[in-house]
C-alpha cells in the first residue's frame, strides 16, 4: 500500500513539474521576454521573425524566457511593495 501511495506522490509531483516548467516556464516567460529581447537587441534576436513557441529549447528561448521570468519577478516585488523604503 505505501509503494502505491509513493507512486501516486512521483506521478503528481511530475504533473506539477509539467505545469511548472512547460506551462509557466517555456510558454508565459517565453512569451513575455520574446518582445523585450526583440526590443533591446533593436529586432536582431531572436531570429525568428514570428512568435511562436519553441519546438525545442534552444539558447535563444531559454533567453527569452529568462528574460521574461525576470521581469515577472520584478513586476511581482514591485506589486507587493518589495522596494519601497
Request: proline share 5%; glycine share 10%; with cysteine.
Amino acid at each position: 500500500m505505501d509503494e502505491l501511495i509513493e507512486e501516486i506522490g512521483k506521478g503528481f509531483l511530475r504533473g506539477v513539474g509539467y505545469l511548472l516548467v512547460e506551462i509557466l516556464y517555456g510558454t508565459i516567460c517565453y512569451w513575455v521576454g520574446w518582445p523585450i529581447c526583440r526590443v533591446l537587441t533593436l529586432g536582431r534576436y531572436p531570429r525568428d521573425r514570428e512568435q511562436p513557441l519553441p519546438e525545442k529549447w534552444n539558447a535563444e528561448s531559454f533567453l527569452c524566457s529568462s528574460v521574461g521570468f525576470i521581469v515577472l519577478i520584478v513586476v511581482a516585488l514591485y506589486l507587493v511593495d518589495a522596494f519601497a523604503q
